[in-house]
Protein backbone atom coordinates (compact mmCIF):
# COMPACT_ATOMS: atom_id res chain seq x y z
CA UNK A 1 0.00 0.00 0.00
CA UNK A 2 1.75 3.22 -0.95
CA UNK A 3 2.34 6.17 1.78
CA UNK A 4 0.13 9.58 2.39
CA UNK A 5 2.67 11.20 1.82
CA UNK A 6 4.05 9.43 -1.76
CA UNK A 7 0.41 9.69 -2.83
CA UNK A 8 0.34 13.29 -1.91
CA UNK A 9 3.64 14.21 -3.91
CA UNK A 10 2.68 12.51 -7.05
CA UNK A 11 -0.78 14.65 -7.06
CA UNK A 12 1.63 17.59 -6.55
CA UNK A 13 3.72 17.00 -9.55
CA UNK A 14 0.68 16.68 -11.86
CA UNK A 15 -0.87 19.52 -10.61
CA UNK A 16 2.37 21.58 -11.02
CA UNK A 17 3.28 20.01 -14.20
CA UNK A 18 0.54 21.63 -15.89
CA UNK A 19 0.51 24.97 -14.27
CA UNK A 20 0.51 27.68 -16.70
CA UNK A 21 1.30 31.49 -16.40
CA UNK A 22 -0.94 34.13 -17.12
CA UNK A 23 0.12 37.43 -19.43
CA UNK A 24 -2.05 39.77 -16.90
CA UNK A 25 -4.26 40.43 -19.85
CA UNK A 26 -8.11 40.90 -19.27
CA UNK A 27 -9.90 37.05 -18.83
CA UNK A 28 -13.35 36.60 -19.43
CA UNK A 29 -14.93 34.24 -17.09
CA UNK A 30 -16.65 31.40 -18.70
CA UNK A 31 -20.24 30.23 -17.34
CA UNK A 32 -20.65 27.89 -14.70
CA UNK A 33 -20.14 24.46 -16.23
CA UNK A 34 -18.01 25.69 -18.87
CA UNK A 35 -14.18 25.96 -19.71
CA UNK A 36 -11.85 28.22 -21.57
CA UNK A 37 -10.48 26.87 -24.77
CA UNK A 38 -7.49 26.54 -23.89
CA UNK A 39 -7.93 25.66 -19.82
CA UNK A 40 -10.21 22.58 -21.60
CA UNK A 41 -7.01 21.63 -23.53
CA UNK A 42 -5.52 21.49 -20.53
CA UNK A 43 -7.99 19.41 -18.83
CA UNK A 44 -8.01 17.24 -21.45
CA UNK A 45 -4.30 16.18 -21.90
CA UNK A 46 -4.17 16.36 -17.76
CA UNK A 47 -6.70 13.47 -17.95
CA UNK A 48 -5.06 11.45 -20.20
CA UNK A 49 -1.84 11.37 -17.95
CA UNK A 50 -3.74 10.33 -15.11
CA UNK A 51 -5.12 7.80 -17.17
CA UNK A 52 -1.92 6.46 -18.59
CA UNK A 53 -0.18 6.83 -15.15
CA UNK A 54 -2.47 6.35 -12.54
CA UNK A 55 -1.41 7.65 -9.03
CA UNK A 56 -1.90 5.19 -5.65
CA UNK A 57 -4.81 5.15 -3.92
CA UNK A 58 -4.81 7.19 -0.89
CA UNK A 59 -4.19 5.05 2.43
CA UNK A 60 -6.40 7.80 3.91
CA UNK A 61 -9.60 6.68 2.14
CA UNK A 62 -8.10 2.64 2.64
CA UNK A 63 -9.55 1.07 5.57
CA UNK A 64 -7.89 -1.64 7.90
CA UNK A 65 -9.51 -4.85 5.67
CA UNK A 66 -8.12 -3.01 2.15
CA UNK A 67 -11.65 -1.33 1.07
CA UNK A 68 -11.01 1.54 -0.65
CA UNK A 69 -13.31 4.65 -0.80
CA UNK A 70 -14.04 5.97 -3.84
CA UNK A 71 -17.54 6.80 -3.57
CA UNK A 72 -18.72 9.51 -1.46
CA UNK A 73 -22.45 11.10 -0.84
CA UNK A 74 -22.81 14.35 -0.16
CA UNK A 75 -26.23 15.35 1.65
CA UNK A 76 -27.08 19.26 0.73
CA UNK A 77 -30.02 19.49 2.46
CA UNK A 78 -31.96 17.84 5.74
CA UNK A 79 -34.90 18.97 4.44
CA UNK A 80 -37.68 17.58 1.73
CA UNK A 81 -41.03 18.41 0.09
CA UNK A 82 -42.03 14.83 0.76
CA UNK A 83 -42.96 12.79 3.73
CA UNK A 84 -42.06 9.01 2.89
CA UNK A 85 -43.49 6.66 5.88
CA UNK A 86 -39.97 4.47 5.60
CA UNK A 87 -37.74 7.80 5.62
CA UNK A 88 -39.44 10.49 7.93
CA UNK A 89 -41.27 9.92 11.05
CA UNK A 90 -45.07 11.01 11.01
CA UNK A 91 -43.75 13.41 13.75
CA UNK A 92 -41.59 15.11 11.22
CA UNK A 93 -37.66 15.58 12.15
CA UNK A 94 -35.85 18.39 14.78
CA UNK A 95 -33.59 20.39 11.48
CA UNK A 96 -30.41 21.58 12.12
CA UNK A 97 -30.11 25.66 12.55
CA UNK A 98 -29.15 27.15 9.12
CA UNK A 99 -25.90 28.00 10.67
CA UNK A 100 -24.76 24.25 11.77
CA UNK A 101 -25.14 23.69 7.98
CA UNK A 102 -22.18 23.15 5.46
CA UNK A 103 -21.85 26.22 3.20
CA UNK A 104 -21.53 25.83 -0.46
CA UNK A 105 -18.00 26.49 -0.10
CA UNK A 106 -17.53 24.40 2.70
CA UNK A 107 -19.28 21.35 0.39
CA UNK A 108 -17.10 22.37 -2.47
CA UNK A 109 -13.68 22.52 -0.37
CA UNK A 110 -14.67 18.91 1.48
CA UNK A 111 -15.14 17.63 -1.98
CA UNK A 112 -11.96 19.10 -3.59
CA UNK A 113 -9.85 17.09 -0.75
CA UNK A 114 -11.40 13.76 -1.20
CA UNK A 115 -11.16 13.98 -4.89
CA UNK A 116 -7.63 15.09 -4.36
CA UNK A 117 -7.10 11.14 -2.51
CA UNK A 118 -8.79 9.18 -4.84
CA UNK A 119 -12.85 10.06 -5.01
CA UNK A 120 -13.83 9.55 -8.40
CA UNK A 121 -17.61 9.58 -8.00
CA UNK A 122 -19.78 12.01 -5.82
CA UNK A 123 -23.62 12.04 -5.28
CA UNK A 124 -25.82 14.52 -3.99
CA UNK A 125 -28.56 13.42 -1.78
CA UNK A 126 -30.35 14.73 0.79
CA UNK A 127 -33.28 15.18 2.18
CA UNK A 128 -34.20 16.41 -1.44
CA UNK A 129 -31.27 17.74 -2.66
CA UNK A 130 -33.00 19.69 -5.60
CA UNK A 131 -34.74 22.07 -3.53
CA UNK A 132 -31.67 23.79 -2.46
CA UNK A 133 -31.11 26.80 -4.42
CA UNK A 134 -27.84 26.45 -5.37
CA UNK A 135 -27.29 22.91 -6.44
CA UNK A 136 -27.05 23.74 -9.96
CA UNK A 137 -23.76 26.03 -9.08
CA UNK A 138 -22.72 22.99 -7.29
CA UNK A 139 -22.57 20.65 -10.06
CA UNK A 140 -21.04 22.85 -12.11
CA UNK A 141 -17.98 23.64 -9.92
CA UNK A 142 -17.62 19.97 -8.71
CA UNK A 143 -17.19 19.08 -12.82
CA UNK A 144 -14.46 21.13 -13.03
CA UNK A 145 -13.04 18.75 -10.30
CA UNK A 146 -9.84 16.90 -11.95
CA UNK A 147 -10.15 13.19 -11.47
CA UNK A 148 -13.61 13.14 -10.77
CA UNK A 149 -15.83 11.03 -13.13
CA UNK A 150 -19.19 10.64 -11.87
CA UNK A 151 -21.61 13.23 -10.59
CA UNK A 152 -25.08 11.98 -9.46
CA UNK A 153 -28.07 12.78 -8.08
CA UNK A 154 -30.35 11.01 -5.93
CA UNK A 155 -34.13 12.96 -5.95
CA UNK A 156 -37.40 12.16 -5.19
CA UNK A 157 -38.33 13.54 -9.27
CA UNK A 158 -40.86 16.42 -7.85
CA UNK A 159 -38.61 19.12 -9.63
CA UNK A 160 -36.63 17.13 -12.41
CA UNK A 161 -37.90 17.91 -14.69
CA UNK A 162 -37.38 21.77 -14.70
CA UNK A 163 -33.79 21.58 -13.11
CA UNK A 164 -32.41 18.88 -15.47
CA UNK A 165 -31.90 20.76 -18.14
CA UNK A 166 -29.47 23.14 -16.49
CA UNK A 167 -28.02 20.14 -14.38
CA UNK A 168 -26.97 18.17 -17.54
CA UNK A 169 -25.48 21.70 -18.70
CA UNK A 170 -23.88 21.52 -15.75
CA UNK A 171 -22.27 18.17 -16.03
CA UNK A 172 -24.63 15.76 -14.24
CA UNK A 173 -24.45 12.53 -15.15
CA UNK A 174 -25.89 9.97 -13.29
CA UNK A 175 -29.68 9.65 -12.28
CA UNK A 176 -31.90 8.28 -9.30
CA UNK A 177 -35.20 8.65 -8.94
CA UNK A 178 -37.26 7.50 -6.00
CA UNK A 179 -40.33 6.24 -6.79
CA UNK A 180 -42.40 3.52 -4.65
CA UNK A 181 -45.73 2.99 -6.71
CA UNK A 182 -47.40 3.32 -10.20
CA UNK A 183 -50.96 4.20 -8.45
CA UNK A 184 -51.35 7.94 -8.28
CA UNK A 185 -54.01 7.35 -4.64
CA UNK A 186 -50.69 4.79 -2.99
CA UNK A 187 -48.40 7.60 -4.22
CA UNK A 188 -50.00 10.15 -2.10
CA UNK A 189 -50.48 7.63 0.66
CA UNK A 190 -47.06 6.75 1.34
CA UNK A 191 -45.37 10.29 0.46
CA UNK A 192 -47.98 11.93 2.35
CA UNK A 193 -48.26 14.81 -0.20
CA UNK A 194 -49.24 14.91 -3.88
CA UNK A 195 -46.82 15.07 -7.10
CA UNK A 196 -47.28 11.69 -8.62
CA UNK A 197 -47.42 13.38 -12.22
CA UNK A 198 -44.83 15.55 -11.07
CA UNK A 199 -42.47 12.26 -11.04
CA UNK A 200 -43.63 10.77 -13.92
CA UNK A 201 -42.78 13.91 -15.85
CA UNK A 202 -38.97 13.68 -15.04
CA UNK A 203 -38.29 10.28 -15.55
CA UNK A 204 -39.61 10.83 -19.00
CA UNK A 205 -37.35 14.42 -19.05
CA UNK A 206 -34.51 12.27 -17.81
CA UNK A 207 -35.42 9.67 -21.03
CA UNK A 208 -35.80 12.61 -23.06
CA UNK A 209 -32.53 14.38 -22.78
CA UNK A 210 -30.64 10.84 -23.19
CA UNK A 211 -29.47 9.57 -19.57
CA UNK A 212 -29.69 5.27 -19.88
CA UNK A 213 -30.22 4.05 -18.44
CA UNK A 214 -32.68 6.57 -15.82
CA UNK A 215 -32.57 4.72 -12.56
CA UNK A 216 -35.74 4.42 -10.57
CA UNK A 217 -35.66 2.79 -6.54
CA UNK A 218 -38.47 1.43 -5.24
CA UNK A 219 -38.29 0.25 -1.17
CA UNK A 220 -40.50 -2.87 -1.19
CA UNK A 221 -42.86 -3.32 1.49
CA UNK A 222 -45.00 -6.26 2.15
CA UNK A 223 -48.59 -5.09 2.45
CA UNK A 224 -48.56 -2.11 0.54
CA UNK A 225 -46.22 -2.71 -2.74
CA UNK A 226 -45.43 -5.36 -2.98
CA UNK A 227 -48.25 -6.37 -5.28
CA UNK A 228 -46.58 -3.74 -8.36
CA UNK A 229 -43.07 -5.54 -8.80
CA UNK A 230 -44.53 -6.87 -12.45
CA UNK A 231 -45.67 -3.19 -13.12
CA UNK A 232 -42.39 -2.21 -12.48
CA UNK A 233 -40.71 -5.12 -14.61
CA UNK A 234 -42.69 -4.50 -17.57
CA UNK A 235 -42.04 -0.84 -17.58
CA UNK A 236 -38.11 -1.85 -18.69
CA UNK A 237 -39.51 -3.81 -21.66
CA UNK A 238 -39.93 -0.55 -23.41
CA UNK A 239 -37.98 2.00 -22.00
CA UNK A 240 -34.20 2.36 -20.70
CA UNK A 241 -34.52 1.91 -17.08
CA UNK A 242 -33.11 0.34 -14.03
CA UNK A 243 -35.98 -0.49 -11.94
CA UNK A 244 -33.96 -1.17 -8.61
CA UNK A 245 -36.11 -3.02 -5.80
CA UNK A 246 -34.60 -2.17 -2.43
CA UNK A 247 -34.95 -4.07 0.71
CA UNK A 248 -36.98 -2.24 3.37
CA UNK A 249 -34.73 -1.00 6.04
CA UNK A 250 -34.80 -0.10 9.70
CA UNK A 251 -33.61 3.53 10.99
CA UNK A 252 -34.66 5.61 13.38
CA UNK A 253 -38.65 6.42 13.23
CA UNK A 254 -39.73 4.53 10.53
CA UNK A 255 -41.16 1.92 13.03
CA UNK A 256 -39.07 -1.23 10.91
CA UNK A 257 -40.18 -4.11 11.32
CA UNK A 258 -39.42 -7.45 9.88
CA UNK A 259 -42.67 -8.90 8.70
CA UNK A 260 -42.89 -6.05 6.06
CA UNK A 261 -39.35 -6.56 5.03
CA UNK A 262 -39.64 -8.65 1.58
CA UNK A 263 -36.84 -10.25 0.81
CA UNK A 264 -34.59 -10.37 -2.51
CA UNK A 265 -35.30 -13.78 -3.20
CA UNK A 266 -38.66 -13.80 -2.63
CA UNK A 267 -39.11 -10.62 -5.07
CA UNK A 268 -36.95 -12.82 -7.33
CA UNK A 269 -39.29 -15.92 -7.04
CA UNK A 270 -42.10 -13.89 -8.20
CA UNK A 271 -40.59 -12.18 -11.39
CA UNK A 272 -38.99 -15.65 -12.18
CA UNK A 273 -43.14 -17.25 -12.28
CA UNK A 274 -43.44 -14.06 -14.97
CA UNK A 275 -40.49 -14.12 -16.74
CA UNK A 276 -38.84 -17.86 -16.38
CA UNK A 277 -35.95 -16.81 -19.06
CA UNK A 278 -35.01 -13.87 -16.48
CA UNK A 279 -31.05 -13.39 -17.41
CA UNK A 280 -28.46 -12.98 -14.33
CA UNK A 281 -26.48 -9.91 -15.53
CA UNK A 282 -22.85 -9.03 -14.30
CA UNK A 283 -21.52 -6.24 -12.43
CA UNK A 284 -18.60 -4.57 -10.73
CA UNK A 285 -17.61 -5.97 -7.43
CA UNK A 286 -18.50 -2.96 -5.35
CA UNK A 287 -21.68 -2.95 -6.64
CA UNK A 288 -24.32 -2.85 -4.32
CA UNK A 289 -26.61 -4.14 -6.89
CA UNK A 290 -27.64 -7.76 -8.00
CA UNK A 291 -28.74 -7.12 -11.43
CA UNK A 292 -30.82 -8.87 -14.03
CA UNK A 293 -32.38 -8.26 -17.75
CA UNK A 294 -35.73 -10.10 -19.18
CA UNK A 295 -34.07 -10.85 -22.82
CA UNK A 296 -35.67 -8.51 -25.36
CA UNK A 297 -36.34 -5.74 -23.36
CA UNK A 298 -34.97 -2.03 -23.40
CA UNK A 299 -33.86 -1.94 -19.47
CA UNK A 300 -33.25 -4.21 -16.50
CA UNK A 301 -33.51 -4.33 -13.15
CA UNK A 302 -31.72 -4.83 -9.81
CA UNK A 303 -32.08 -5.89 -5.91
CA UNK A 304 -30.50 -4.16 -3.28
CA UNK A 305 -30.23 -6.54 -1.07
CA UNK A 306 -28.75 -4.62 2.11
CA UNK A 307 -30.93 -6.68 4.69
CA UNK A 308 -30.72 -10.57 3.22
CA UNK A 309 -27.61 -10.72 1.88
CA UNK A 310 -25.04 -7.13 2.98
CA UNK A 311 -22.31 -6.25 0.71
CA UNK A 312 -20.21 -4.62 3.44
CA UNK A 313 -17.07 -6.84 2.31
CA UNK A 314 -16.83 -4.62 -1.12
CA UNK A 315 -18.42 -1.51 0.26
CA UNK A 316 -16.47 1.48 -1.41
CA UNK A 317 -19.02 4.40 0.08
CA UNK A 318 -18.62 7.04 2.35
CA UNK A 319 -21.20 9.67 3.57
CA UNK A 320 -21.29 13.86 4.52
CA UNK A 321 -24.14 14.82 6.40
CA UNK A 322 -25.51 17.99 5.97
CA UNK A 323 -24.29 19.62 9.13
CA UNK A 324 -20.93 18.11 7.72
CA UNK A 325 -20.51 14.85 9.85
CA UNK A 326 -18.39 12.05 8.40
CA UNK A 327 -20.46 8.47 8.01
CA UNK A 328 -18.23 5.62 7.05
CA UNK A 329 -20.89 3.11 7.29
CA UNK A 330 -24.49 3.74 6.34
CA UNK A 331 -25.62 1.55 9.23
CA UNK A 332 -23.52 2.69 12.06
CA UNK A 333 -24.16 5.46 14.46
CA UNK A 334 -20.60 6.61 15.04
CA UNK A 335 -20.24 9.80 13.70
CA UNK A 336 -17.09 12.52 13.14
CA UNK A 337 -18.03 16.11 12.66
CA UNK A 338 -15.49 17.82 9.65
CA UNK A 339 -16.89 20.95 10.27
CA UNK A 340 -16.04 21.63 13.16
CA UNK A 341 -12.48 21.29 12.31
CA UNK A 342 -13.01 22.84 9.03
CA UNK A 343 -14.18 26.17 11.15
CA UNK A 344 -11.62 25.38 13.67
CA UNK A 345 -8.93 26.56 10.97
CA UNK A 346 -7.52 22.46 10.79
CA UNK A 347 -4.92 22.19 7.41
CA UNK A 348 -5.57 19.96 4.97
CA UNK A 349 -2.94 17.28 6.57
CA UNK A 350 -5.00 17.74 10.19
CA UNK A 351 -8.39 17.20 8.13
CA UNK A 352 -6.74 13.83 6.11
CA UNK A 353 -5.63 12.59 9.49
CA UNK A 354 -9.36 12.82 10.94
CA UNK A 355 -10.42 11.05 7.50
CA UNK A 356 -8.06 8.74 7.85
CA UNK A 357 -8.47 7.35 11.78
CA UNK A 358 -12.40 7.31 11.24
CA UNK A 359 -11.79 5.18 7.85
CA UNK A 360 -9.78 2.75 9.95
CA UNK A 361 -11.97 2.48 12.56
CA UNK A 362 -14.60 1.01 9.94
CA UNK A 363 -16.34 -2.50 10.67
CA UNK A 364 -15.72 -5.04 8.66
CA UNK A 365 -19.50 -5.22 7.93
CA UNK A 366 -22.86 -4.16 10.08
CA UNK A 367 -24.66 -5.40 12.44
CA UNK A 368 -27.50 -6.96 11.03
CA UNK A 369 -31.05 -6.17 10.32
CA UNK A 370 -32.34 -7.42 13.71
CA UNK A 371 -29.66 -5.52 15.52
CA UNK A 372 -29.70 -2.61 13.15
CA UNK A 373 -33.29 -1.86 13.91
CA UNK A 374 -32.18 -1.72 17.95
CA UNK A 375 -29.75 1.08 17.38
CA UNK A 376 -29.56 4.32 17.73
CA UNK A 377 -28.83 6.11 14.40
CA UNK A 378 -30.52 9.06 12.40
CA UNK A 379 -33.75 8.92 10.06
CA UNK A 380 -32.85 8.18 6.91
CA UNK A 381 -33.57 11.71 5.29
CA UNK A 382 -31.01 12.96 8.00
CA UNK A 383 -28.77 10.65 6.48
CA UNK A 384 -28.84 11.08 3.03
CA UNK A 385 -29.20 7.08 1.96
CA UNK A 386 -30.74 7.54 -1.33
CA UNK A 387 -27.94 6.49 -2.56
CA UNK A 388 -26.12 4.25 -1.35
CA UNK A 389 -27.67 2.51 -4.38
CA UNK A 390 -26.02 3.96 -7.42
CA UNK A 391 -23.18 2.05 -7.73
CA UNK A 392 -23.16 1.29 -11.95
CA UNK A 393 -21.41 2.90 -14.29
CA UNK A 394 -22.87 6.60 -15.09
CA UNK A 395 -25.67 7.28 -17.76
CA UNK A 396 -24.36 8.51 -20.97
CA UNK A 397 -26.16 10.76 -22.70
CA UNK A 398 -27.19 9.13 -26.17
CA UNK A 399 -29.80 11.27 -27.63
CA UNK A 400 -31.93 10.21 -30.13
CA UNK A 401 -35.22 11.54 -31.39
CA UNK A 402 -38.38 11.95 -29.02
CA UNK A 403 -40.00 9.98 -31.17
CA UNK A 404 -38.30 6.96 -30.52
CA UNK A 405 -38.20 7.07 -27.04
CA UNK A 406 -41.19 5.00 -26.13
CA UNK A 407 -42.57 7.02 -23.04
CA UNK A 408 -46.13 6.84 -23.96
CA UNK A 409 -46.52 4.67 -21.17
CA UNK A 410 -45.10 7.58 -18.71
CA UNK A 411 -47.84 10.09 -20.41
CA UNK A 412 -50.95 7.59 -20.07
CA UNK A 413 -49.94 7.19 -16.16
CA UNK A 414 -49.33 10.82 -16.10
CA UNK A 415 -53.23 11.27 -17.92
CA UNK A 416 -54.46 9.98 -14.95
CA UNK A 417 -54.51 12.87 -12.21
CA UNK A 418 -56.91 14.66 -14.95
CA UNK A 419 -58.99 11.43 -14.61
CA UNK A 420 -58.64 11.75 -10.76
CA UNK A 421 -60.11 15.09 -10.64
CA UNK A 422 -63.02 14.11 -13.09
CA UNK A 423 -64.12 12.04 -10.31
CA UNK A 424 -65.35 15.40 -8.42
CA UNK A 425 -66.89 16.80 -10.78
CA UNK A 426 -68.38 14.49 -13.12
CA UNK A 427 -66.70 16.00 -16.18
CA UNK A 428 -65.26 14.70 -18.74
CA UNK A 429 -61.41 14.87 -19.57
CA UNK A 430 -60.90 14.74 -23.74
CA UNK A 431 -57.66 13.00 -23.70
CA UNK A 432 -58.24 11.06 -20.67
CA UNK A 433 -60.34 7.09 -20.87
CA UNK A 434 -63.87 6.80 -20.17
CA UNK A 435 -63.63 5.48 -16.75
CA UNK A 436 -63.85 8.66 -15.36
CA UNK A 437 -67.21 9.09 -15.03
CA UNK A 438 -70.37 6.68 -14.49
CA UNK A 439 -74.13 7.56 -15.61
CA UNK A 440 -76.26 5.40 -13.31
CA UNK A 441 -80.29 4.99 -13.17
CA UNK A 442 -80.75 8.93 -12.01
CA UNK A 443 -79.55 10.66 -15.44
CA UNK A 444 -76.55 12.58 -13.53
CA UNK A 445 -73.05 11.98 -13.49
CA UNK A 446 -71.51 10.23 -10.38
CA UNK A 447 -68.08 9.63 -8.39
CA UNK A 448 -66.39 6.36 -8.93
CA UNK A 449 -63.16 5.49 -8.11
CA UNK A 450 -60.65 2.60 -10.20
CA UNK A 451 -57.51 1.24 -9.34
CA UNK A 452 -56.39 0.74 -12.09
CA UNK A 453 -55.54 3.87 -14.66
CA UNK A 454 -55.92 2.14 -17.58
CA UNK A 455 -58.15 -0.63 -17.68
CA UNK A 456 -60.38 0.43 -20.46
CA UNK A 457 -57.93 0.83 -22.91
CA UNK A 458 -55.92 -2.07 -22.00
CA UNK A 459 -57.86 -5.32 -23.22
CA UNK A 460 -55.12 -7.48 -20.89
CA UNK A 461 -56.75 -5.47 -18.12
CA UNK A 462 -59.73 -6.42 -16.03
CA UNK A 463 -62.68 -4.72 -16.19
CA UNK A 464 -65.68 -6.65 -15.05
CA UNK A 465 -68.71 -3.56 -15.41
CA UNK A 466 -70.54 -5.69 -18.09
CA UNK A 467 -73.84 -5.38 -16.51
CA UNK A 468 -75.34 -8.22 -18.95
CA UNK A 469 -75.90 -11.42 -16.76
CA UNK A 470 -73.81 -13.87 -16.16
CA UNK A 471 -73.92 -17.70 -16.35
CA UNK A 472 -71.68 -20.65 -15.58
CA UNK A 473 -69.49 -22.23 -18.48
CA UNK A 474 -69.64 -25.53 -17.70
CA UNK A 475 -70.89 -27.27 -14.48
CA UNK A 476 -68.55 -26.91 -11.13
CA UNK A 477 -68.32 -30.19 -9.86
CA UNK A 478 -68.15 -30.26 -5.85
CA UNK A 479 -66.21 -32.25 -3.40
CA UNK A 480 -68.35 -34.43 -0.88
CA UNK A 481 -66.48 -33.27 1.80
CA UNK A 482 -64.39 -29.99 3.23
CA UNK A 483 -61.21 -29.59 1.08
CA UNK A 484 -59.79 -27.97 4.67
CA UNK A 485 -60.73 -30.79 6.85
CA UNK A 486 -58.72 -34.28 6.81
CA UNK A 487 -60.19 -37.64 7.82
CA UNK A 488 -59.63 -37.20 11.39
CA UNK A 489 -61.89 -33.75 10.63
CA UNK A 490 -58.91 -32.09 11.67
CA UNK A 491 -58.67 -28.22 10.27
CA UNK A 492 -55.29 -28.82 7.48
CA UNK A 493 -54.53 -26.68 4.57
CA UNK A 494 -54.29 -28.22 1.04
CA UNK A 495 -51.48 -29.49 -0.73
CA UNK A 496 -51.61 -27.73 -4.31
CA UNK A 497 -47.71 -28.68 -4.62
CA UNK A 498 -48.88 -30.98 -7.30
CA UNK A 499 -51.42 -28.73 -9.25
CA UNK A 500 -50.17 -27.13 -12.80
CA UNK A 501 -49.51 -23.11 -12.58
CA UNK A 502 -52.46 -21.52 -15.15
CA UNK A 503 -53.76 -18.29 -14.57
CA UNK A 504 -56.54 -17.61 -12.12
CA UNK A 505 -59.10 -14.89 -12.49
CA UNK A 506 -61.84 -13.93 -9.59
CA UNK A 507 -64.58 -11.40 -9.77
CA UNK A 508 -66.27 -10.66 -5.96
CA UNK A 509 -68.32 -7.55 -5.25
CA UNK A 510 -70.32 -6.23 -2.26
CA UNK A 511 -72.68 -3.18 -1.60
CA UNK A 512 -73.20 -0.64 0.77
CA UNK A 513 -76.35 1.00 1.83
CA UNK A 514 -75.13 3.97 3.63
CA UNK A 515 -78.11 6.07 3.80
CA UNK A 516 -79.17 9.38 2.16
CA UNK A 517 -76.97 11.86 4.19
CA UNK A 518 -73.95 9.40 4.23
CA UNK A 519 -74.50 8.83 0.21
CA UNK A 520 -74.52 12.80 -0.04
CA UNK A 521 -71.11 13.78 1.89
CA UNK A 522 -69.66 11.02 0.19
CA UNK A 523 -70.63 11.88 -3.38
CA UNK A 524 -69.64 15.70 -2.45
CA UNK A 525 -66.61 14.57 -0.92
CA UNK A 526 -67.25 16.29 2.25
CA UNK A 527 -66.86 13.59 4.83
CA UNK A 528 -64.32 15.05 7.48
CA UNK A 529 -61.86 11.59 7.60
CA UNK A 530 -61.56 12.55 3.96
CA UNK A 531 -62.59 10.92 0.49
CA UNK A 532 -64.11 7.64 1.67
CA UNK A 533 -63.36 6.16 -1.92
CA UNK A 534 -59.95 6.76 -2.21
CA UNK A 535 -59.25 5.47 1.12
CA UNK A 536 -62.15 1.91 0.75
CA UNK A 537 -60.20 1.80 -2.56
CA UNK A 538 -56.68 1.51 -1.42
CA UNK A 539 -57.41 -1.03 2.32
CA UNK A 540 -59.06 -3.11 -0.59
CA UNK A 541 -56.13 -3.60 -2.66
CA UNK A 542 -53.99 -3.95 0.65
CA UNK A 543 -57.21 -6.74 2.05
CA UNK A 544 -56.32 -8.66 -1.07
CA UNK A 545 -52.35 -9.12 -0.42
CA UNK A 546 -52.55 -9.87 2.79
CA UNK A 547 -55.51 -12.54 2.82
CA UNK A 548 -53.69 -15.29 3.95
CA UNK A 549 -52.43 -13.28 6.92
CA UNK A 550 -56.26 -13.06 7.59
CA UNK A 551 -57.74 -16.68 6.32
CA UNK A 552 -55.67 -19.30 7.95
CA UNK A 553 -55.61 -22.10 5.85
CA UNK A 554 -55.23 -20.27 2.46
CA UNK A 555 -51.88 -19.99 0.34
CA UNK A 556 -50.33 -17.35 0.29
CA UNK A 557 -50.57 -16.25 -3.55
CA UNK A 558 -48.15 -14.02 -5.69
CA UNK A 559 -51.13 -11.44 -7.54
CA UNK A 560 -50.20 -9.92 -10.75
CA UNK A 561 -53.37 -7.75 -11.08
CA UNK A 562 -55.55 -5.87 -8.30
CA UNK A 563 -58.31 -3.92 -9.59
CA UNK A 564 -61.05 -2.27 -7.06
CA UNK A 565 -63.88 -0.31 -8.57
CA UNK A 566 -66.18 1.69 -5.97
CA UNK A 567 -69.32 3.52 -7.88
CA UNK A 568 -72.44 5.37 -6.59
CA UNK A 569 -75.99 3.87 -7.42
CA UNK A 570 -77.89 7.23 -6.23
CA UNK A 571 -81.20 4.79 -6.61
CA UNK A 572 -80.29 2.99 -3.62
CA UNK A 573 -78.08 5.11 -1.65
CA UNK A 574 -75.45 2.83 -2.04
CA UNK A 575 -71.99 1.79 -3.33
CA UNK A 576 -71.19 -0.81 -5.34
CA UNK A 577 -67.79 -2.34 -4.86
CA UNK A 578 -66.92 -4.94 -7.49
CA UNK A 579 -63.02 -6.30 -6.42
CA UNK A 580 -60.90 -8.24 -9.26
CA UNK A 581 -57.53 -10.05 -8.43
CA UNK A 582 -55.75 -12.28 -11.01
CA UNK A 583 -52.70 -14.61 -10.34
CA UNK A 584 -50.60 -17.39 -12.08
CA UNK A 585 -50.13 -20.43 -9.99
CA UNK A 586 -51.39 -23.45 -8.55
CA UNK A 587 -54.42 -22.19 -6.60
CA UNK A 588 -57.29 -19.77 -6.64
CA UNK A 589 -57.92 -16.50 -5.88
CA UNK A 590 -61.58 -16.43 -4.98
CA UNK A 591 -60.92 -15.65 -1.40
CA UNK A 592 -58.15 -12.64 -2.49
CA UNK A 593 -61.32 -10.84 -4.61
CA UNK A 594 -63.88 -11.70 -1.32
CA UNK A 595 -61.42 -10.14 1.02
CA UNK A 596 -60.80 -7.23 -1.20
CA UNK A 597 -64.41 -6.70 -1.45
CA UNK A 598 -65.42 -6.97 2.28
CA UNK A 599 -62.88 -4.77 3.60
CA UNK A 600 -63.24 -2.12 1.26
CA UNK A 601 -67.15 -2.41 2.21
CA UNK A 602 -66.17 -2.62 5.85
CA UNK A 603 -63.98 0.58 5.42
CA UNK A 604 -66.39 2.27 4.26
CA UNK A 605 -68.69 1.72 7.56
CA UNK A 606 -65.63 2.82 9.20
CA UNK A 607 -65.25 5.96 7.44
CA UNK A 608 -69.28 7.03 7.29
CA UNK A 609 -70.16 5.31 11.04
CA UNK A 610 -70.01 9.16 12.67
CA UNK A 611 -72.54 9.80 10.16
CA UNK A 612 -74.86 7.04 10.56
CA UNK A 613 -75.13 3.80 12.41
CA UNK A 614 -78.03 2.70 9.62
CA UNK A 615 -75.18 1.32 7.63
CA UNK A 616 -76.03 -2.38 5.99
CA UNK A 617 -73.25 -4.22 4.01
CA UNK A 618 -75.03 -6.60 1.79
CA UNK A 619 -74.59 -9.25 -1.22
CA UNK A 620 -70.78 -9.83 -0.83
CA UNK A 621 -70.39 -12.57 -2.93
CA UNK A 622 -68.25 -14.28 -5.92
CA UNK A 623 -68.94 -13.07 -9.17
CA UNK A 624 -67.24 -14.86 -11.34
CA UNK A 625 -63.92 -16.94 -11.39
CA UNK A 626 -61.67 -18.46 -14.15
CA UNK A 627 -58.82 -21.29 -13.85
CA UNK A 628 -58.51 -24.07 -12.32
CA UNK A 629 -59.38 -27.89 -13.13
CA UNK A 630 -63.08 -27.72 -11.28
CA UNK A 631 -63.86 -25.55 -14.32
CA UNK A 632 -65.03 -21.75 -14.70
CA UNK A 633 -67.73 -20.32 -12.93
CA UNK A 634 -69.95 -17.33 -13.69
CA UNK A 635 -72.54 -16.38 -11.41
CA UNK A 636 -76.09 -15.38 -13.06
Not at 179 to 202: N, Q, S, W, Y
Amino acid sequence: MASPLVSRMLRQVLRSSTRSCNSGAPVTQPRPGELPQSAAEDASSRRQFLREHPVPFSAFLTDSFGRQHSYLRISLTEKCNLRCQYCMPVEGVPLTPKADLLTTEEILTLARLFVKEGVDKIRLTGGEPLIRPDVVDIVAQLHQLEGLRTIGVTTNGINLARLLPRLQKAGLNAINISLDTLVPAKFEFIVRRKGFHKVMEGIHKAIELGYSPVKVNCVVMRGLNEDELLDFVALTEGLPLDVRFIEYMPFDGNKWNFKKMVSYKEMLDTLRQRWPELETLSGEESSTAKGFKIPGFRGHISFITSMSEHFCGTCSRLRITADGNLKVCLFGNAEVSLRDHLRAGASEEELLSIIGAAVGRKKRQHAGMFNISQMKNRPMILIGLFLMFQDSPPAIPSISSKDSLGVQGLRHRVSFFNQVATLRTGCRVPQTPPLAQRWLGSGSPQRHYSSHSDSDTNPKCLSPVSRAPASRSGPLPTSEQLTHVDTEGRAAMVDVGGKPNTERVAVASAVVLLGPMAFKLIQENQLKKGDALVVAQLAGIQAAKVTSQLIPLCHHVALSHVQVRLELDSTRHAVVIQASCRAQGPTGVEMEALTSAAVAALTLYDMCKAVSRDIVLEEIKLISKTGGQRGDFHRT
